[in-house]
């Protein structure tokens, strides 16, 4: 995307910093960005998408502060026809697949370390795994709230 297509769509969208943006792109987070820049970290986005997880591979060359990134929430494209009737409950969300990783037995004998330190990094990676679909369950909830109050101020598409 050229850089004065991009400072256009900021500019049409009327983005600045302290407004709530609804965003649905598919530029690798690369959009997310420029509107995250441009909020400073004051407002929030709720970012919609298809697919498993948001796509924000742009992100990581940007090299945001944690404060801004709190701002930013995800919810799935196909959960949009259902917001109005989702409850303020998290649990009523639905879940979609969720492929759980089954956790190893522990073995403790001598002649299975090597056996036992595979298994202990497996159990580190669900561990590390779960806390992501924790941490995007919650995410989920936080946009669907905020797009039920309709306290956006923007949406861009």
Same mark, same amino acid.
């Given at each position: ?30 959009? =997310? ?45 196909? =959960? ?78």
């Amino acid at each position: 995307m050229r850089m004065d297509t991009l400072s256009q769509i900021l500019s049409y969208a009327n983005v600045m910093s302290g407004i709530n943006v609804m965003l649905v792109e598919t530029c690798q987070g690369l959009l =997310l960005g420029a509107i995250i820049d441009r909020l400073a970290g004051s407002g929030q986005v709720v970012q919609f998408y298809s697919g498993q997880a948001p796509p924000r591979q742009a992100l990581e060359y940007y090299s945001f502060a944690k404060d801004y990134m709190s701002n930013v929430f995800a919810v799935p494209l196909s =959960l949009v026809s259902i917001i109005d009737k989702v409850n303020d409950e998290p649990d009523e969300l639905p879940t979609g697949n969720r492929n759980e990783t089954p956790k190893f037995d522990q073995a403790t004998t001598n002649k299975d370390e090597a056996k036992l330190d595979l298994q202990e990094s497996s159990d580190s990676a669900v561990s590390k795994s779960s806390l992501r679909q924790t941490q995007r369950e919650k995410e989920k909830h936080q946009a669907i709230q905020l797009v039920k109050a309709k306290q956006m101020d923007t949406f861009v598409f």
